[in-house]
Structures are given as structure tokens and as C-alpha cells.
């Protein structure tokens, strides 16, 4: 959420919110695209996991309520994702979640290349 100067910091459950429903919309837009879509939230993103959930329900985007680091959680995801023989791609700007999706074989993009399709 932090490529966007949207006031994100103030309300991080109102931008988690937001974002992952522009992304159920590029979801529904991309069809095949991808089997699923993950949305990982962390701290105070996390109030938004309800009013997400429900939102997402039907969609082939699912939101994951991290109980602790981000990236760890979407490092998990990604290890059951290639655990299944599906291909992963994973979107961060971090350097070093980078790394840990790269060696477990995901692809990794920046947020540019979501936001250019959103």
C-alpha cells in the first residue's frame, strides 16, 4: 500500500480495504489470469479482514489475516503454493521478501505492474 500517497498510513484498514477490492475487480477483469489471488494483511490492516472477507466471498481472491510479519506469511503462501507444483507471483517492493520468494522459486514484480492494472 505504500506506493500510493493516499493517506494509507492514517487508515490502513480503510486502504487495505480498498485495495483488495480494486483487486477482486482486476480479478474478476483477468479472468484466467491466475487461479488465485492472495491478499496478505498485517497489523493494523487486519480490521479490514471481515468486511474483506466478506466482500471477496465468491472471487477467486482470498485474504489472509497475518498473525504476526507480513512478509512472513506471505512467504508461507508462497512455500504452499509451490509445495502444490502452482506457480507463484508475488508483488513487493521489499528487497528482502524479494529474495525469500525467489528462492523458493516464485517470480517476483513490483508494485508498479499491480498498479499499472488497477
Do not use: F, K, Y
Not at 496478505?40 to 479490514?48: H, I, Q
Not at 489472509?64 to 503454493?81: M, R, T
Request: include cysteine; proline fraction near 3%; aromatic fraction near 4%.
Amino acid at each position: 500500500m505504500g506506493a500510493r500517497p493516499d493517506g494509507w498510513w492514517r487508515d490502513r484498514a480503510g486502504a487495505a480495504l480498498r485495495l483488495g477490492r480494486e483487486v477482486a475487480v482486476l480479478a474478476r477483469q483477468e479472468g484466467g489470469l491466475a487461479g488465485a489471488w492472495v491478499v496478505v494483511l498485517e497489523g493494523r490492516a487486519r480490521d479490514a479482514v471481515p468486511l474483506l472477507a466478506a466482500d471477496l466471498a465468491g472471487t477467486s481472491v482470498c485474504v489472509v489475516s497475518a498473525p504476526g510479519s507480513g512478509d512472513d506469511a506471505i512467504v508461507q503462501v508462497v512455500a504452499e503454493a509451490v509445495a502444490r507444483e502452482e506457480s507463484c507471483l508475488v508483488v513487493t517492493a521489499d528487497r528482502e521478501l524479494r529474495l525469500r520468494c525467489e528462492e523458493l522459486n516464485a517470480s517476483v514484480v513490483g508494485p508498479g505492474w499491480l498498479l499499472g492494472r488497477l
